[in-house]
């Protein structure tokens, strides 16, 4: 039942990221700045086109590739995933939880990076430097996920020992 909302989490992210992406895209220059020098001001540029693309496809191939093994759970794919991720078995939940989950963080932190390169690109001359905080909070959050992975891994290797 807790993936449900792992689910609902997902895909609130998703939905959260084409909307920011489409307002941050909106309003950068045409020449994006995606990285500062000594002085504050932007040294690396790409074309806003390239940009848009290369975060629409990162987008899209992390997303693709991290829910495809929660779909694979779900519709039972292989006799092996049947056995493993059985209907019914708490483990089965709670792995569907963290993947969703997880995928759900990867959404918030590329949504971070977005504001983050937004931030740079028009908000210097008004507030100064941008405020990098949820750079810092992003691989804390990545740590946390994957202790909770071992931690899942470890508790269902337990009970294979055991028999149970």
């Known amino acids: 039942m807790n993936h449900r909302f ?3 989490f997902h ?8 909307v920011i992406f489409m307002y941050i895209y909106s309003g950068l220059p045409e020449m994006v700045g995606f990285e500062l020098n000594e002085e504050g001001f932007a040294h690396g540029v790409m074309n806003k086109n390239i940009f848009f693309y290369i975060m629409i496809g990162i987008f899209l191939v992390l997303n693709i ?6 779909k694979l759970i779900e519709s039972g794919a292989s006799p092996n995933i049947k056995r493993l991720f059985a209907k019914g078995d708490p483990f089965r939940d709670k792995m569907l939880t963290w993947i969703y989950s ?3 963080i ?7 990076v977005a504001v983050y390169i937004f931030q740079l690109n028009g908000v210097i001359e008004e507030t100064g430097r941008p405020s990098g905080f949820g750079l810092y909070v992003l691989p804390v959050l990545f740590v946390i996920w994957m202790v909770l992975l071992f931690v ?3 508790k269902k290797m337990r009970t294979v020992q055991s028999g149970k």
């Open 6 to 8: 792992a689910k609902a």
């Open 11 to 18: 895909v609130v992210s998703v939905l959260a990221f084409i």
């Open 65 to 70: 590739l991290l829910v495809t093994p929660a």
């Open 102 to 104: 997880f995928v759900g």
């Open 106 to 112: 990867i959404n918030v932190s590329i949504i971070v």
């Open 152 to 154: 899942l891994l470890t």
